[in-house]
Every structure is written in structure tokens, then in C-alpha cells.
């Protein structure tokens, strides 16, 4: 999709108008109904600071331990702060940048909008649209997967010798989702999204608790910190970690969510932005430390796998890993439904009626069958590929660093440090175009070290198996 004249002629309160609709389900002169319905502009910064954290703090933080495990204690944990820093950063350049095009009366509700604006061309809107939407709908079917691993892990204690089997779980999930992915709008989901923030400190300290307990029991692994005794493998774990890392920081969405802000929006996801943080610091270093210490370089990439090992006793109290289990399955659903939304834009865009009622027999129909047609499809991926987690570091490597990170710094150096006069060689300029730089050449080298373990698992990987073999 292409920016429209609209946002490039409207002053910021009709545009802001055009998309959060006169409060009554009907827009009052929608541009599209994708902005009307999907992306309306009711919300406040601590309303936007719960999308972020669901989308930021996921249960992919569960996998910080093994990155800790390609780096080595201290530069570990130096890589986890710089990858806060540098994601911070970055993120606040988005918002200053939407918050500059708004000043200019071109406020933009959407990344590729504000990409093409801000760049120049139409190809960056494609661009952002291909892996905006790569990002999102591999997020909803790795969140799809992992809930219905929560389900069958529950279901495996309780019935040890079931026999259903991972898809079973998935179809379950799936249903689920469907249903509450009919909540029409990114902001009717900001009581669920507290939820979501309230599930993520609580899982956070139960599985700290639990590596506490697991490190110190007799069953646990020797604790070996120790990296691979070969360059090669160190340098590849390396840079797999970056990539986890990455992954992990990501957040594909900041235009959407900081549209969700009721005008004027300028400032206020900088608020936003530090509400998310501040949860973050509590719940990345956490585990992460915790897991590291208590498994060393034995620790599996989902933590949870290393305090219930396949053979022998779980390492901690069976009903402390249970809660922990629910409480992950739970921040799931919300990390799909958040991740979900740009989608659901996009086919809203093209089949609403933004002229009328987004409740309206019109657009309702088509809105229940097409989204639950969109959760149908990323569960039948989800069923059909139980190894799609591990293709979360190869994510983080080509999609996550340049959406984050590298176009960020270029949108910013573009849009608030022009051609002309000394502020291209300013600290922040050039401080931008070294962080670009370095990105680039990680993202490159941590994709093809991603590659490398997939390609190193490829025999691991069965169509509709119940997990990895």
C-alpha cells in the first residue's frame, strides 16, 4: 500500500479524524478502513506502553540463557545492556520522526507510510510492507506453536500416557485465537495487553525462582561456562546469540501502536517507551542470569525444556513450572493478537466499507471469515512446521535488525539531519551511521550463522511431527 494524498495534505487533526472515527463504530470521513477500525487513535502513553511490552517482552526471553551461552558471561551480559541501549534508542528515533511528520502535517499511522515518506520512494514502502509482515505473521505462528507446547506440556503432566499429540494443542489454540481475534481494533486490546504485562513480571519471577532452585539441587547439570574449544563454533555461536538477541528486542509495530494514541500524540511514546523498558529490565536480566548460572552452557533454548528435561525428575517444584507454563501460554494469545493487527489492517483496508459501521452487517461478515481465515492459515503452518522456533534467530537476523535498528537510524539521519550546513557531521549523525554500519554487518553474519544450525538440525525437522525428533 502506497501513502495516500491524504496524509500528505491534511493538517494533523482532520487525519487523526479521518482514522479514529466520531466514537460511535462509524468513522466520520475515513480514508480507508484499515485506519478507521484497525488502528484508531483513542489511546493514552500508558495504553501504548502496554501494546509495547506485549510486543517487546515475550516469552521469547526464555531463550536469554543460551544466548548468554554463545558469549560467555561478561560479554553476555555487555551484549544483552547494548541491545537494550541500542533498541531504546532506536525506537525513540521512530517516534521523533513520526513526531516530526506530524508537526509537517503528514501524521502516519502505518511503518511503510512513514518509511516511504521519509525515504523517498515507493520501493520502501514495499520493502517494509514484505518483511513487516514476514516479521508479524511468523511472530503469530511461533506464538500459535509455543501455546500449544504450554498446552501439551500441561496435558503431558496430567495425563502422562495421553495420546494427543502437538496439533491436537494447535487446533486448540487456534480456536481460541480466532474467537478473541474478532476484537476489532489494536486499542480494545489495552485491558488484555495489562494483563499481558501484569502475566510477564509473574512468569518472569517464577521461572527466576525456579533456576534458583534448579541450580541448587543435586539433580541439576555441572555448572560449565565454558565456551566451544573451536574458533570457528565460537565465532558462529556468537553471533547466533546477536541474533537471539535481536529477536528477542524486536518490536516490528511502534507506527501502529503509537497510532492508537489519541491526538496529539507527539511525546507521548516516549512515555510509553520507558514504561516498557522498566518492565523489560525486570524481566530480561532476571531469567537470563538466573538460567545462565543455573545450567551454564548445558541450558536449552527454551529455558522451560532445561527445568523439565525430557528424562529424570523437573528441577523444581512441579506446580511452580506448571503456573509459570500458564502464565506463558496465557501472554501467547495476547503477543498473536497484538502481532495479528497489522494484518487484519491490511485486509480491512481492502474489505471494509469505511463508510460504514465497522460493526455494521457489511463489514462484520467479511471480518469474522477473512481474520479467522488468517488464524486458520498460521495454525496450519504451526501444525505443519513444530520446528518453526527455531527459525526465530534467522528472523531476528533479516528481518528484526533492519526493521529495528538499521532503517531507524536512516529515516532519523534523513528526516532531522538534512543535507546542507554542519548537522551531518554531528555527534548524533554520525553516532546513527555507525550504529547502521555495524548492524548491517551483524545482521549478515548472524543469518548466516542462523542458516548454519538450522542446516545443522535440518535431519531434527519432520512435517506434522509431535516436536522435534
Known amino acids: 500500500m502506497t501513502v495516500t494524498a491524504v496524509h500528505a495534505s491534511m493538517p494533523p487533526s482532520t487525519d487523526v479524524e479521518t482514522a479514529a472515527g466520531n466514537g460511535n463504530g462509524k468513522p466520520a470521513t475515513a480514508a480507508d478502513a484499515g485506519a478507521a477500525f484497525v488502528l484508531e487513535s483513542k489511546g493514552t502513553w500508558w495504553h501504548a506502553g502496554f501494546h509495547m511490552t506485549t510486543a517487546t517482552v515475550g516469552p521469547a526471553l ?31 528515533l521512530v517516534s521523533r520522526v513520526l513526531d516530526h511528520c506530524e508537526a509537517g502535517g503528514r501524521r502516519h499511522i502505518r511503518f511503510r507510510e512513514l518509511a516511504a515518506d521519509v525515504l523517498g520512494s515507493e520501493w520502501a514502502s514495499y520493502l517494509v510492507l514484505i518483511v513487516q509482515t514476514a516479521i508479524n505473521a511468523g511472530v503469530t505462528i511461533g506464538s500459535i506453536l509455543l501455546a ?5 506440556i500441561i496435558y503431558s503432566h496430567v495425563e502422562p500416557h495421553g495420546h494427543l499429540k502437538l496439533y491436537h494443542f494447535v487446533i486448540v489454540v487456534a480456536v481460541v485465537l480466532a474467537i478473541l481475534s474478532q476484537m476489532p481494533s489494536l486499542h480494545s486490546l489495552r485491558h488484555i495487553n495489562f494483563g499481558s504485562l501484569i502475566v510477564s513480571v509473574g512468569y518472569t519471577v517464577l521461572v527466576s525462582v525456579a533456576c534458583i532452585c534448579a541450580g541448587l539441587s543435586s539433580n541439576a547439570p555441572p555448572k560449565d561456562y565454558s565456551l566451544s574449544s573451536s574458533k570457528s563454533a565460537r565465532t558462529f555461536n556468537a553471533f547466533l546469540s546477536i541474533s537471539i538477541l535481536a529477536s528477542v528486542f524486536g518490536n516490528s509495530i511502534l507506527p501502529e501502536i503509537q497510532a492508537t494514541l489519541a491526538p496529539p500524540a507527539s511525546g507521548k511514546m516516549a512515555k510509553a517507551l520507558v514504561l516498557c523498558y522498566s518492565v523489560l529490565s525486570l524481566t530480561f536480566y ?9 545450567f551454564g552452557n548445558q541450558v536449552r533454548s527454551n529455558l522451560l525444556k532445561s527445568l523439565m528435561p525430557d528424562t529424570g525428575p523437573w528441577l523444581a517444584p512441579a506446580w511452580l513450572l506448571i503456573l509459570a507454563v500458564v502464565l506463558v501460554l496465557l501472554q501467547l494469545i495476547a503477543i498473536a493478537l497484538v502481532y495479528s493487527q497489522v494484518a487484519y489492517e491490511i485486509i480491512e483496508a481492502k474489505s471494509a466499507d469505511a463508510a460504514r459501521g465497522r460493526f455494521s452487517r457489511r463489514n462484520l461478515a467479511p471480518r469474522v471469515a477473512l481474520r479467522t481465515a488468517y488464524v486458520a492459515g498460521c495454525a496450519l503452518v ?31 539521519n534523513i528526516a532531522l539531519a538534512p543535507r546542507g550546513g554542519g548537522r551531518r557531521r554531528s555527534p548524533a549523525y554520525l553516532a546513527n551511521a555507525a550504529i547502521m554500519v555495524v548492524f548491517v554487518g551483524l545482521g549478515v553474519i548472524g543469518a548466516v550463522a542462523s542458516v548454519r544450525k538450522l542446516a545443522i538440525n535440518a535431519d531434527r525437522f519432520k512435517l506434522f511431527s509431535n516436536g522435534l525428533s
Open 62 to 92: 526464555l531463550t536469554l540463557p543460551y544466548a548468554l551461552r554463545g558469549l560467555g558471561w561478561w560479554l553476555g551480559v555487555a551484549a544483552l545492556t547494548a541491545l537494550a541501549a541500542v533498541t531504546f534508542y532506536c525506537y525513540l
Open 148 to 152: 500449544a507446547d504450554c498446552l501439551q
Open 286 to 294: 532476571f531469567p537470563a542470569m538466573t538460567g545462565y548460572w543455573a
Open 382 to 412: 504451526a501444525a505443519m512446521l513444530p520446528f518453526f522456533g527455531e527459525v526465530i534467530a534467522v528472523v531476528g537476523a533479516v528481518g528484526y535488525i533492519p526493521l529495528d535498528v538499521v532503517i531507524p537510524v536512516v529515516m532519523y
